[in-house]
């Protein structure tokens, strides 16, 4: 039946691409001493752990500090069926106030993978609210077919969030909310 065909579809999850953000030379955001490329490789292991102990299967684009374009990241995710991507970040902005947590989506193929994992981030997380955003602009989710999102995970620019940013609690609270999204993707989408 037509109307079960979105169901089907995503419950036939097989494989998470855990994408940490940046690495190497590609420090991405930072201040001071917090560099975005280590903070969004300490929750992508997070979630590779999280994601085994349920049976999971998961591919990590980088598991070190190494540099990887975009265009490979999206290429590693391009091998597998029926896979999701999930890539890691942290958020930065020359206006110190900013704060929060954001989940981009480019195609539609992400838009719901994108709400069922803001949702919990902003249960686990409790930043100010906000909405997923589809972006044109986000090179990493434009070269992957299969389901992508960007989450990013709070800005370090924000003296505030940059403490929360930087400690275990914080990074396996992202951690548990994008596993929890990630299920309820796959079970009841
Ligand atoms: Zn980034």
């Given amino acids: 039946m037509a109307t079960f065909i979105g169901n089907a579809e995503a419950r036939k999850v097989s ?14 955001a930072h201040r001071g001493t917090v560099y975005e490329k280590d903070l ?21 684009t980088r598991r070190s500090d190494q540099f990887i374009t975009l265009r ?34 480019h195609s539609e193929l992400g838009k719901k993978l994108a709400a069922h994992v803001h949702l919990r981030m902003l249960s686990q997380l409790q930043p100010r609210n ?4 589809q ?3 986000l090179g990493v989710l434009k070269a992957t077919r299969c389901p992508a ?7 370090i620019s924000n003296a505030n969030e940059r403490k929360k940013c930087v400690t275990s609690d ?16 796959k079970t009841y989408n």
């Avoid at 855990?18 to 030379?25: E, F, L, S, V, Y």
């Avoid at 914080?170 to 993707?185: P, R």
Wanted: glycine residues 12%; proline residues 1%; positive net charge.
């Fill in 15 to 28: 494989r998470v691409i855990i994408d940490a953000g940046h690495g190497g030379k590609d420090k991405g």
């Fill in 72 to 105: 490979g990241r999206a290429d590693i995710a391009n091998r597998y069926n029926n896979a999701i991507f999930i890539s890691i970040h942290f958020n930065a902005h020359t206006g110190t106030r900013l704060n929060g947590v954001e989940t981009y989506y």
């Fill in 149 to 155: 999102i960007l989450v990013e995970c709070g800005y």
């Fill in 130 to 133: 906000g909405n997923t955003r």
């Fill in 135 to 137: 972006r044109k602009d």
């Fill in 40 to 60: 969004a490789l300490k929750v992508a292991f997070l979630v590779e752990k999280m994601l085994k102990q349920k049976g999971m299967p998961v591919t990590m």
């Fill in 170 to 185: 914080y990074h396996k609270k992202c951690a548990q909310a994008i596993v929890d999204g990630i299920w309820a993707y």
